[in-house]
Each structure stands twice: as C-alpha cells, then as structure tokens.
C-alpha cells in the first residue's frame, strides 16, 4: 500500500463543510485510492486533484460554488505530499472556492463567452466584501459559439481589470486649465451627471432642427447590439458616429450592393475551400479565435486554405496556397475566376456556372430589360453590342464577353504575380473542387485599404455566386442578420413609455455630408475636419442646406480614441482643444487614452466582466447570443447583498466589493437621463427610460433585460420553465447561464415560405392583406411603404413559389444594382475592374491610392497598414501588462529582403518614411520606424501596422486632495512630447516605458495582483504613430478612409530617432478637400433625397422628412 499518510490525516478537514468538487466529479487514481472504500467518504469526495482535459468545466449546476485546489500551491506537490489546508492542516495546500459568473470578453468583435472565477471563500469566512476577487477569467463551455475556449485576449480580462492604471474614480478637468494640459480634479457621478445633464437638456430644449444634431454619441466598439443607439434616438437626435468608417465600410457596400446586408456570414466548418482575403478569421480578424476553430474543424475534414494578402500573415504563413497580390488590385483576380467559370467547362463537358442557382437567384432579368443600362456598358466598352434578346442565355453569353479580357497574363501584370502565375492554375483547381462549398470573408483588408476598396467585395462574391456558394447553403456563404440577434436596446416595455422612440426627422451633415449619399456608415473620420471647415459649409447653405452645425454642445466617444487610431490625428487635437467647436466632451472609459486626455471629464464605466450587454454576432449558421454580467455584483446578489438604489446597483456593488468608482452604461445612461436631462419630462425623453414598475426612478437591469429577452420566443419559453417563481425569469436565466442558442443550423432561409394566414402575408412582424400585395414583371412582391411611401418588397416567387427572398429591391441577389445606376453609378453599377491604362484614369473611383502605376522611384512603395495584430485590445485600450508584454509597443517596417538590399537598408535600421497623395501630390510629413527586411512581404510593398505607436504626454496625474497619483497607460505608451502651430504638429519620444513604471512599480491599486511590476522590460520605443501622419482619404462612394498610403523611404538622418513623426496636417486638410472635391459625384440640383431610402441607415431610425432634402442651384 502507498503511504498516503499526509492526505489521510488531513481527511478531517477536508470533508469539514460542504463536501469538494475539485475540477471533476470522479475520484483520481493515487493518492484517493486508500480512501474510497470507506462508504462516507466516498459519498462526500468528489474531489479530482487534476482534469483529465484542459478543456474541463465545472458542471453548470456547481457554478455558484465551486471548489478547486490553489494553483499557486501545486508546485509544493498539491495534496498528496500537504493535504488540504484546514484548522488542523496549516500547510496543506489551500482550497479556492468559486462563483463562476458567465460575462463576455470586450477585447474583440466576436464576443466569446467568458466565465469569472470569483473567489467567494474567503469572503463567507469574513463577511467582507472587498475580499471578493476574480481569481482568473476562463470561457464559457456553453456558449455556442465559442465553445468554451478564448484565445489571449479573454484570458487577459483579468490584467485589464486589476490594472494598476485604471481610473478609480470620475474624473473632471481642472477649472481654469485647458483641455490637453493634464490637470484633473475629483468629482462625483452625481456631479458630473448633473453638469452634463444640464448641458443637454439645455440644448435640447432650444426645441428647433438644430438643437437636435449638437448630441453626438461616438461609440467605435459598441460590442453591445442596439443599446448604444437608442441614446441619441431617445432625444429625437440624430447625434451617433461610429467607428465604422475607419474599419470595414468599404466590404459593407459591396455587401449592400449584392445582398442589401451588413457583411457575409461563412459557414467555416464545412467548408470545402477557404478563401481569405488578408488573414482575417484565421488569426487577426472576424472573428478571430471562433472562426479559427471553425476553419480548423474544415481543415481537419480535408478543406483547403488559401490567403491572398501581400504580407505573409500568420494565416498566410499555414495555408495551403499564400497570394500575394499588389494592394488594391485583388477585384483583378475575383473577375479572372469568374472568366474562367463562365468560359470553361469541366472534364465532362458541362458548364462550371451553377445555373440552378444563379438563374433563380440572381437579378439577371433586370439588367437584360434596361436598356439604358446596357447602351452604357456598350459605350464604356465593356462589350461590343446590346444582346438581341433578354433571355438568360444570352445574358451568360454577353458575361462571358464582358469578363473574358481577365486573363491570365492580365491578371499576372496587374496583380505583380510575376514568377508564380502557376498559381493561379492551381486557385481555380481548388475553386472547382470545392463545388458551392467556398466559404470567405470579405471584411477589411483591400476593402478599407483602398480607394474603390469596396469593389473587391463586389467582385468577389461574384465567382461564389456563379458556383452556387452564395446560397447560404452548407460550407457556404450566408449573411448577418440571417444569424444575429439584436435586442440590447429594446427592452422598451420596462419603461413608463412602454414603446420604442419615435422616428427622427432631423438630417446630420456632420455624420452624413452631403458628398456621400451613399457611404455605409457615418463619415466619422472627417468630423473635426467638417467642424473646422467653414468654407464647405457655407458652400451647402447656398445650396439650402441651412442648418449644418458649427460645433457641437456635447461629444461623447465611448470605446474609441479618435485621436490616436484615426487618420490626420492632429486635426482631431486640434478641433478638441478649440471649446468653440466642441463644448462639452466626455468620455465614459476606465482607461486613459490619446483622446480622453483632450476631454472635459472621464468617468470610469466597466470593462467585460463589468458591465451589461447583450451581443451576438454571425460566427456561425446559428442565431446565438451572448449577455455581460458584473461579476462582483452578480456574487454579492447570489450572496445575500442588496443595493440602496436598485437604478445605481452595479456602481454601487464595485464600490462595495473595493474595484472603485466603476458604472455601466445602461444604468448611467437611464440614470442621467431621468433625472437631469429631463427631469420633470418636458422634453418627452424621461419616459423611455423611466420604470414601468416605479417611474419615480430609472429602470433598472432586470427589468430592462427582462422586457428586451422577451423577443426571443424560445428563449422566453425556457427561462419561464426553468424560474416559474421569478419576477424576471429571462433576465435570471441569462444572468446565470451567459448565452444562449435561439436558433441553429440555418441554410438557405431565403427558400423559407412566405408566411400566409389566410388571406394576409405576414413579413417583418407585419401583416398584408392578400389584395394589397402586387407583383412585378420579375416575380417581386410589393407592398405600399406607409413610411418612405412608394412601394417595398416583402417577397419573391422563385420556380412557381411564393418565399421570404433575399434582402434586396429585387428579393435576389443583385449583379446588377439598379438603385447604384440610378444613384449616378452606373458604369459601376456590375462588378468590374479598369482593364488598362485608360480605363484607370476613367475609373479612378475604382483605383487604389497606391497602384503600382504611381510608384515612378526606386524608393518609392505601397505601404500596406491595415493588418491588425493578434494581441491587439479591441477597444484600443494598452491596459493588459500581459498582453502588452507580447506587443511591446512594437510596430517595424516590414521590407521585401531585396528591396532593402537594393537600399542598402539592414535589419533594425532607422528609416524615414514620408507619405505623399496621390490625388494632389502633396506631402504629409514622414515617421521614422524600424526596418525589418523579410520575405513576408511582396516586392516593393512595405508593412507597418496602424494598431501601434501608443504615445502619452505625462507618465502620471496628481488629483488635487488624492494620496495617490493616477498613472496614465504605463503599460503600454512610452513618453512623448508635443509641438503644434496650427499648420505643422510634431512628436518625439523622451522616455520608455520601462523606466516611467519601475519608477512607480509600488503601485497602489491593486498591489496583490501587480507585485510582478518590476519585471518590465520593455521601453516601447519601437513603433511610431503613422495615425497622425496619413491624410484623410475618403473613398468617395463607400465613405471609408482608405487606409493604404504612397510613400517613400531613405535612412533616418542624424538627429532623427525612431518614433518621431512630422506631420503637415494644414496639407493633411487639402489632401482631404481633393479626394472630396474631385473624386465624388454629390447630392445635385434638383436631387428631393439624401440617400436611397431602402439603404438602411444604421443607428437612428430616421422618417421620410429627414430623408428629404431640395438642393438648389
């Protein structure tokens, strides 16, 4: 027999007490062997000193208490040398017991469930609530989408919420001083609610058109589904500005323009061939570690990966086939495929067109009657005469005329294949093998790296949809909303109004200028340069447009820092220091960042495992949602703890458990607005965020989540089953579990029947009397539009059925995007790629700012920005000592081995790098950078990341009466100092970031999780912030800033040092006016509307008076 003396001694006090569940419910071989023959002990030790995977997770039953062996102890030999540590067992190895409360990690877009291990054992031993503490952050093995497992950044929760930085308390600018100048004083929510509170009822109770677009709520990262846009919709503002425009515009016109969709939804796991654009889903994209998996699970059933991206990413790097492609020219490949699917035929003679699909489900019928239409593609020479007739016979045939000059050799030219144009020949074999199982992604890269970006997204899906792909089949692509659910901001019937706001009738120019009726998404990018702009605005108020606004009352970035992560950052500093222009900025974010530092008042909302959300995104053919707890307050409720005011419940349970002065934007925005925007409810906004159940008060957290799961049928059925006693059963059930599945396994939702009861279509939640639905000439299904008036479709009869259809006017796909034409499009109204020289001088629009036609020097190169990192936090935020460790702030410029040879340029080499427009021809300054030679980037394309090059202007703030000093990102931003004029801005490191946080490593938050502090090594002196140095360059159709830049590059000279940038940001103004000025076709005399009304605006819901508009002459 093993002695096994020292577990057994302690047996006492381990079985004291409920009984241990220790990673497991089956006893480990070993050291339990002596034990279990002993019937009451067997019974009560449910313990197992190690999972058997590491995929293991306690049974959800045993979440609110869980007990496992200390981490920290199992280098002493866990149990079996120490025993359990207990009243007779000091040494023995210390037991943690646990609440895992589910939430949702915040650090990227695909909102992987997550679970916080809150140590509640020590707090039932002394009653004290600050001894609750998130032990570590895991997933959540019942979320569907992510399965349970999270890649570095859900792991790294944990660091962001003890991090020594963090603002513990609301902050307010010093009276007296200026914005920018560091100087801080103590408030209070309180306080800060009502200044503010008083800004905005002020505003708003002007009452007229302006008043109405002076609110503007930016949020970039909402990572939340609707919540954020009812704030300014609440008001009657049209106030909210997104990030959107900066991130992935571009792929979302294209999608719109097929489909009438946010973006494409793959079905990764049974895909057949996988085709990236970039390495976005595989490593650094959407939706990271979720899509990962997937494509992993393809790939272990014998799916092909193939990466087109001019930088060897990490996905490039384990593909199948890596593409690398001049920027900017990837629509050139896309048509060449389609050219050979339309000319060739496979090894039996048949077509490779799937026509049973694009026949049904593609609008060819349209295109073939519009003459007009095809007199233009005549004249522009896509194809020599007008089809004799409107069959889709001869509709194929005129394709293959239009797309056979993609060729090969074109393709090799344009696209700088030059040396491995095999490769194509291989693509094509992997694209027919695959059938209609091809899965992508079209999201950022060449979408929002270039102008006409958006025609990739256009030309891509194109040879999908020839092959069938496009269905939403199997292995297939499908689309957002066929797999997203958005409730966050529809909990209206908690409310005293018990409805939503209505519509909006007011137009924001400085969201929505009128030189982009199209764009996607708000024109965000080019805020401060449209404020500033006095001439533009002058130029639309003699065309009518008389209340464009000057400034703003009140400005409110929420999960975005302008200043750093957009183009021509300086402009942004600039309008923000001018309280003319903005008046009152604040920023909810417990962090510090480049553009808080610029506001008025920074108040502390919290991170993932902080906070209220529900989210949901479309990883996979499944209809999924996730819901973020506060996991302090969650075990302080499930611990007997009750809040004073049930309306300020999370503040109040952080302040509580020793986090510090932290809210959640659900209750602070219904908190704020009850009581000091409009407090006696003059102004119509108290009632939609009053409670129903006391309207005295806020609505609060369950009865807000109670109302807004109450959409989810199926959800609503199980949670009434499974909490018949609960007042609110949805919420507690999500509380409880995290996420939820409401629908699975969904293809091809567009064949779904039209509902009919009776005599009335049902569509959209509303019903149509049989009698008043027409049909047109190609099968649509029409109602009258009571809102926009004309007519809307609700459906489409496909093969002699009567189904929901697509999205779109027509109720298919649309190659031919009739409403684009009409929009003053047309030669773009198909996929299409200039064909040769002259073609890109007449389709500029469609021609990337870094075509290789203008590289005329040998130093001159595209420099490819957009990649993202895997480390990268999406909000921005360089609070997570681990993840940063990874980065280290470090951003090179990657250069192709023979060009640096060519240079004279060698590894680690300071390099300038000056950035030129290609539109004016004018210079914007240069960042000096880290060169790295490789040949992970293709041959006169360099590669330098915009996601780093973090900068901070002092290391930490004195608050005037605080004991301590308030640190500012130590763990991420070097130090910097700062020049501006007004015309020329500069920036030049003076010290690491090692050196600012050894010298207050004795941090005072947290010190426990911190004591590590000392080992930063690292000066995060590495990287530049190029941010500042690019212009603006709106395309002018999507509306998106085309990230990519001409440059060109020569050694650093003497006094130059890595990190240092020089900006022309008076040039940065023109470059922008050009691309505005000579690239877009405006809104036009005569022109009654802003914008196609069926293009769904997002955010404010908007009624047919804002839409409306009469440009004169």
């Not at 008001?235 to 999608?255: K, P, V």
């Amino acid at each position: 027999m093993k002695n096994d003396n020292n577990f057994i001694e302690s047996r006492r006090s381990f079985l004291k007490g409920t009984a241990y569940s220790v990673a497991g419910a089956t006893l480990a071989a070993g050291v339990f062997e002596t034990i279990v023959d002993t019937p009451s002990m067997a019974q009560d030790s449910t313990f197992t000193a190690t999972p058997e995977t590491l995929s293991f997770y306690p049974p959800f039953e045993d979440w609110d208490s869980f007990k496992e062996l200390d981490g920290n102890d199992w280098k002493r030999g866990g149990s079996g040398r120490n025993g359990i540590r207990g009243e007779d067992n000091p040494d023995g190895i210390k037991v943690n017991e646990f609440m895992l409360v589910p939430t949702v990690c915040s650090n990227c877009e695909a909102q992987c469930g997550l679970t916080a291990w809150v140590e509640v054992g020590e707090y039932k031993r002394t009653k004290n609530p600050k001894d609750l503490f998130v032990k570590k952050y895991m997933g959540n093995p019942l979320h569907a989408g992510s399965r349970g497992r999270n890649c570095a950044k859900g792991y790294a929760t944990q660091s962001q919420m003890y991090d020594p930085d963090r603002i513990p308390f609301p902050l307010m600018r010093a009276p007296g001083s200026k914005r920018g100048e560091g100087k801080w004083v103590r408030t209070t929510w309180d306080e800060a609610m009502a200044k503010i509170g008083k800004k905005m009822h002020d505003t708003l109770k002007v009452g007229d058109e302006m008043s109405r677009k002076l609110i503007m709520y930016h949020v970039g990262r909402p990572n939340e589904n609707g919540f954020g846009h009812r704030v300014p919709h609440s008001m009657g503002c049209d106030g909210y500005d997104s990030h959107t425009n900066i991130c992935s515009a571009g792929a979302r016109e294209g999608t719109i323009q097929w489909a009438n969709d946010d973006r494409n939804s793959p079905d990764w796991a049974n895909a057949k061939l996988i085709f990236l654009q970039s390495s976005h889903a595989a490593d650094a994209g959407h939706y990271f570690q979720q899509s990962a998996g997937y494509i992993a699970d393809a790939r272990r059933k014998g799916a092909k990966l193939v990466v087109m991206d001019p930088r060897m990413s990490n996905s490039a790097g384990m593909a199948d086939m890596w593409l690398p492609v001049w920027p900017g020219t990837e629509a050139a490949l896309y048509l060449h495929l389609a050219n050979r699917i339309l000319n060739e035929k496979d090894i039996h003679g048949k077509d490779l067109v799937n026509h049973a699909f694009f026949k049904n489900w593609v609008n060819w019928d349209q295109l073939m009657t519009d003459k007009e239409q095809l007199a233009l593609m005549v004249s522009k020479g896509y194809m020599k005469q007008v089809p004799q007739d409107e069959s889709y016979e001869s509709f194929i045939e005129m394709l293959k005329e239009i797309y056979s000059p993609y060729t090969r050799e074109f393709v090799i030219k344009e696209c700088r294949m030059e040396g491995y144009g095999h490769k194509l020949d291989e693509l094509f074999d992997m694209f027919i093998d695959a059938g209609d199982r091809i899965s992508t992604y079209l999201w950022r890269a060449g979408t929002i790296g270039h102008r006409g970006g958006w025609m990739n997204t256009r030309s891509g899906f194109f040879p999908l949809a020839l092959r069938g792909a496009m269905a939403g089949n199997i292995g297939g692509v499908g689309l957002h909303h066929w797999h997203v659910i958005s409730v966050n901001g529809k909990g209206d019937a908690a409310t005293e109004a018990g409805e939503r706001p209505p519509r909006v009738d007011v137009w924001n120019e400085i969201a929505w200028p009128p030189e982009y009726p199209l764009s996607t998404y708000e024109m965000s990018h080019i805020m401060p340069h449209l404020l500033l702009d006095d001439e533009w605005r002058n130029k639309w108020k003699a065309k009518g447009l008389n209340s464009i606004p000057e400034k703003l009352a009140v400005w409110i970035p929420r999960m975005y820092n302008p200043v750093w992560i957009n183009p021509d950052g300086f402009r942004w500093i600039e309008a923000l220091k001018r309280e003319d222009k903005i008046e009152l900025a604040f920023n909810l974010s417990p962090t510090w960042s480049e553009t808080n530092w610029y506001c008025d008042f920074v108040l502390p909302v919290g991170l993932a495992g902080e906070r209220h959300d529900q989210s949901s995104e479309p990883t996979k053919p499944a209809r999924w949602l996730s819901f973020k707890n506060p996991a302090l307050r969650v075990a302080l409720e499930k611990l007997g703890w009750k809040p004073k005011d049930p309306a300020r419940a999370t503040l109040e349970a952080h302040i509580t458990a020793g986090l510090g002065e932290i809210w959640e934007e659900v209750e602070f925005w219904a908190n704020i607005m009850v009581h000091h925007v409009d407090p006696d409810g003059s102004l119509g906004v108290r009632k939609f965020w009053a409670s129903k159940e006391d309207p005295s008060r806020a609505v609060t957290i369950p009865e807000w989540y109670q109302a807004a799961f109450d959409k989810l049928p199926n959800l609503r059925k199980t949670a009434k089953l499974k909490y018949p006693d609960s007042k609110y059963p949805n919420y507690e059930m999500m509380r409880d579990m995290g996420t939820w599945l409401e629908e699975d396994h969904i293809f091809r939702p567009q064949e779904r029947p039209l509902k009919k009861v009776g005599d009335k279509y049902i569509a959209h939640g509303h019903e149509y009397d049989e009698s008043d639905v027409e049909k047109d000439e190609y099968g649509t299904l029409l109602v009258e539009d009571h809102v926009f008036g004309g007519m809307k479709p609700i459906g489409v009869e496909v093969d002699g059925k009567i189904v929901q259809g697509f999205h779109t006017l027509s109720g298919k796909l649309e190659f031919y995007c009739k409403w684009f034409a009409e929009w003053k499009w047309p030669e773009f109204a198909i996929p299409i790629y200039p064909r040769n020289a002259q073609e890109r001088k007449d389709m500029v629009q469609l021609v990337t700012q870094v075509h290789h036609d203008f590289m005329q020097k040998d130093n001159e190169f595209a420099l490819n920005t957009v990649f993202r990192l895997p480390y990268n936090i999406h909000t921005r935020s360089v609070n997570s000592k681990h993840l940063m460790e990874i980065s280290q702030n470090h951003n090179p410029v990657w250069i192709n081995t023979e060009d640096a040879k060519r240079l004279g340029i060698k590894r680690e080499d300071p390099i300038k790098v000056t950035i030129t427009d290609t539109v004016s021809g004018l210079e914007s300054g240069y960042f000096i950078a880290m060169a790295v030679p490789t040949e992970g980037t293709m041959p006169g394309v360099l590669a330098c990341s915009h996601h780093a090059g973090r900068w901070k202007l002092k290391n930490a703030v004195e608050i005037p009466g605080f004991e301590h000093k308030l640190g500012v990102m130590g763990l991420g931003a070097p130090l910097y100092d700062m020049t501006m004029d007004g015309k020329i801005g500069t920036l030049k490191p003076t010290e690491g970031l090692d050196e600012g946080m050894q010298a207050r490593r004795d941090t005072w938050q947290f010190k426990e999780y911190n004591r590590d502090l000392d080992n930063i090594w690292w000066d995060g002196l590495s990287g530049s912030w190029q941010n500042a140095v690019a212009p603006s360059h709106p395309d002018p159709i999507a509306g998106n800033h085309a990230w990519h830049q001409k440059v060109s590059i020569e050694k650093a000279g003497p006094g130059d040092k890595i990190g240092d940038i020089y900006v022309n940001y008076d040039n940065n103004m023109k470059v922008y006016q050009a691309w505005r000025d000579k690239l877009t076709r405006p809104l036009a005399p005569g022109d009654k509307l802003r914008r196609p009304v069926h293009m769904k605006r997002p955010a404010v819901p908007l009624s047919l008076k804002a839409y409306s508009v009469d440009i004169k002459g």
